[in-house]
């Protein structure tokens, strides 16, 4: 078998996956199925992160996922009604006015409760490093290469949205740096104030030479369909997602049947794929050097769906697996399927293409072993 060349995998690829593993821990508040959601996405994002600004982002959003369980752990001391016997502390009781009666603030704090309420933020945590996970292995302007023609504009807003997260962090550590060659305090209140002042200027110089690039590639300009055309494109595209809509809470709501979902989902893509397809005939922009959509494109895909799937046959078979038992007070178990399809999507680590080399070591080495420099950077 000839070897895999150098390449970056196609970012959708990378958000099918982080999308299955972010509706595996949706289902979920056991803390072993999390952890290991969580192992499998920092796993991945170290063997296949890329050298670049946007690539750090998976460290943001786990510092982001600690500061969400922090805040759900105050709101259940806080505000939080006691679960279960084991009393950890008693806080002095405020009394509230009569139209506060459905909430407590002070008294009783048990064990059951503050483990109940970090699975609860522990979801979220990890939910957040699914996010993080795909902006650090998906670049963003080749995502937006890769949208549909009738969803160019909103890719473009999309797209504009997600490198907000990645630039910041780029943006803090520049001024950062600049902060501290001048002598100058990072730490505390003042150095947050004194940083930003310039992230802000940054990000609004950005906007403005960002609208100016894009009036002059001309963004929004389409061409012209017929009205039957048009409206058939719109009912497609709107009772395809509304049929999405409904078929997606068939699918993940632990109250629904899946086989009631699983229809109406699929007929809902197929009509928001025919009226996408319709509506791109409207677009007249050009794609130069499409990414490949290979065998590496659908493993990493397809193990993504594997712990989302597998997380959803272990529900069906024994739901209590998938929930933390606080009273009475057990260690969870692990289900088999799910441990199994949770370890499926570690897969992208292996399959998936090794990266291009940075284009500073290639310039230092004279690019690959055996591979001259300009056979590197020739277009395939």
């Not at 922090?70 to 009393?87: E, Y």
């Not at 940054?202 to 960002?210: F, Q």
């Given at each position: 078998?000839?070897?895999?060349?150098?390449?970056?995998?196609?970012?959708?690829?990378?958000?099918?996956?982080?999308?299955?593993?972010?509706?595996?821990?949706?289902?979920t508040?056991?803390?072993?199925?999390?952890?290991?959601?969580?192992?499998?996405?920092?796993?991945?994002?170290?063997?296949?992160?890329?050298?670049?600004?946007?690539?750090?982002?998976?460290?943001?959003?786990?510092?982001?996922?600690?500061?969400?369980?922090?805040?759900?752990?105050?709101?259940?001391?806080?505000?939080?009604?006691?679960i279960?016997?084991?009393?950890?502390?008693?806080?002095?009781?405020?009394?509230?006015?009569?139209?506060?009666?459905?909430?407590?603030?002070?008294?009783?704090?048990?064990?059951e409760?503050?483990?109940?309420?970090?699975?609860?933020?522990?979801?979220?945590?990890?939910?957040?490093?699914?996010?993080?996970?795909?902006?650090?292995?998906?670049?963003?302007?080749?995502l937006?290469?890769?949208?549909?023609?009738?969803?160019?504009?909103?890719?473009?807003?999309?797209?504009?949205?997600?490198?907000?997260?990645?630039?910041?962090?780029?943006?803090?550590?520049?001024?950062?740096?600049?902060?501290?060659?001048?002598?100058?305090?990072?730490?505390?209140?003042?150095?947050?104030?004194?940083?930003?002042?310039p992230?802000?200027?940054?990000?609004?110089?950005?906007?403005?030479?960002?609208?100016?690039?894009?009036?002059?590639?001309?963004?929004?300009?389409?061409?012209?369909?017929?009205?039957?055309?048009?409206?058939?494109?719109?009912?497609?595209?709107?009772?395809?997602?509304?049929?999405?809509?409904?078929?997606?809470?068939?699918?993940?709501?632990?109250?629904?049947?899946?086989?009631?979902?699983?229809?109406?989902?699929?007929?809902?893509?197929?009509?928001?794929?025919?009226?996408?397809?319709?509506?791109?005939?409207?677009?007249?922009?050009?794609?130069?050097?499409?990414?490949?959509?290979?065998?590496?494109?659908?493993?990493?895909?397809?193990?993504?769906?594997?712990?989302?799937?597998?997380?959803?046959?272990?529900?069906?078979?024994?739901?209590?697996?998938?929930?933390?038992?606080?009273?009475?007070?057990?260690w969870?178990?692990?289900?088999?399927?799910?441990l199994?399809?949770?370890?499926?999507?570690?897969?992208?680590?292996v399959?998936?293409?090794?990266?291009?080399?940075?284009?500073?070591?290639?310039r230092?080495?004279?690019?690959?072993?055996g591979?001259?420099?300009?056979?590197?950077?020739?277009?395939?």
């Amino acid at each position: 078998m000839s070897k895999t060349l150098p390449r970056y995998l196609h970012p959708g690829a990378w958000w099918l996956w982080a999308i299955g593993l972010a509706v595996a821990a949706s289902r979920t508040t056991n803390p072993l199925i999390l952890g290991l959601i969580l192992a499998v996405a920092a796993l991945v994002v170290a063997a296949r992160k890329p050298d670049a600004p946007w690539s750090r982002s998976f460290s943001v959003f786990l510092k982001l996922g600690l500061f969400v369980i922090a805040i759900r752990l105050v709101f259940q001391v806080v505000l939080g009604s006691p679960i279960g016997d084991h009393v950890l502390v008693t806080l002095p009781v405020v009394p509230l006015p009569a139209w506060m009666a459905s909430l407590r603030l002070g008294g009783e704090i048990t064990w059951e409760s503050i483990i109940f309420a970090a699975c609860d933020g522990l979801r979220l945590a990890v939910l957040l490093a699914c996010v993080g996970a795909a902006n650090s292995l998906a670049s963003p302007s080749r995502l937006l290469k890769s949208m549909p023609p009738a969803l160019y504009e909103v890719g473009v807003a999309v797209v504009v949205a997600m490198t907000f997260a990645p630039q910041l962090v780029t943006d803090l550590g520049r001024v950062r740096e600049a902060r501290r060659l001048r002598g100058r305090s990072n730490k505390g209140l003042r150095g947050a104030v004194g940083a930003a002042l310039p992230v802000l200027e940054g990000a609004l110089d950005r906007a403005v030479t960002l609208a100016a690039a894009m009036d002059s590639r001309g963004y929004g300009r389409t061409g012209q369909l017929p009205a039957r055309v048009r409206h058939l494109t719109v009912a497609l595209v709107l009772g395809g997602l509304l049929g999405v809509c409904i078929g997606l809470y068939g699918v993940l709501s632990a109250n629904a049947a899946v086989v009631t979902g699983a229809p109406l989902l699929l007929l809902g893509v197929i009509a928001a794929c025919v009226g996408l397809w319709l509506g791109g005939r409207r677009s007249i922009r050009t794609r130069y050097r499409s990414d490949p959509w290979a065998r590496p494109e659908w493993l990493v895909s397809a193990s993504g769906i594997a712990a989302s799937v597998g997380v959803m046959i272990a529900g069906i078979v024994n739901p209590v697996s998938l929930t933390i038992s606080v009273v009475p007070l057990e260690w969870p178990a692990l289900p088999p399927v799910a441990l199994l399809g949770i370890l499926l999507a570690a897969l992208p680590a292996v399959v998936a293409p090794p990266l291009p080399m940075p284009a500073a070591i290639r310039r230092r080495t004279g690019g690959l072993t055996g591979v001259p420099q300009t056979a590197v950077g020739a277009p395939s």
